[in-house]
């Protein structure tokens, strides 16, 4: 296989559910890491060569560029022949990717939030929409709680993308203290947190 070139910034959430997965894959090893700076008022040219949307990450493989977290997270995990991340049928398929599908929605939500209080000026910022984001987080983390019993097991792409999601909050949103009412789920990120592929894409301190 040609080496695959991986366009990331070790901030992202969305690109360390990628490399997590690609750790996780047994492929970290065949994909250069690019790392890339952006905002969305600063695109950065080598992205947007392949990925007209201009967002990371994105995937550079001998064939085409492929773009958006899933879509890159899928792609990988059909290129090894080891234990799939992807559960491939059944009610173990569509738990993992609602979980993925809460888990992307929860940091859809932070980013907004995030760029709102750190990108936008100050005098233009809207507080009524953060605290609408805020409100969005902290429903998928009340529902992740009250489903914290399906986490456990060996990592899916559920799971890593819950476990980046909630390494986001803690690394952009410290003063919000989402394990105070949730302490099964403190419980279980805990555990996971301690995987070798969640430890080596921490992001760097803020």
Known sequence: MAKMKLYYAPSSPYARKVRVLAIEAGLDKKIDMVNVALTPVAPNADVDKHNPIGKIPALSTKNMDLFDSPVICEYLDS??????????????RWMALRQQAMADGLLDAALLARYESF????????????????????????????????????????????????????????????????????????????????????????
Request: glycine share 8%.
């Open 79 to 92: 290129q090894h022949k080891g234990r799939k991340l992807f559960p491939r049928k059944g009610r173990e």
């Open 119 to 206: 990108l936008r000026p100050e005098e233009k910022r809207w507080p009524d929409w953060s605290k609408g984001q805020m409100k969005k987080i902290d429903g998928v983390l009340d529902q992740l709680e009250a489903e914290s019993k399906v986490l456990k097991g060996k990592p899916t792409i559920g799971t890593i993308s819950i476990g980046c999601a909630l390494g986001y909050l803690d690394f952009r949103f410290g003063s919000h203290d989402w394990r105070a009412k949730r302490p099964k789920l403190a419980k279980w990120f805990a555990a996971f947190s301690k995987m070798p592929s969640m430890k080596a894409t921490v992001p760097p301190p803020a």
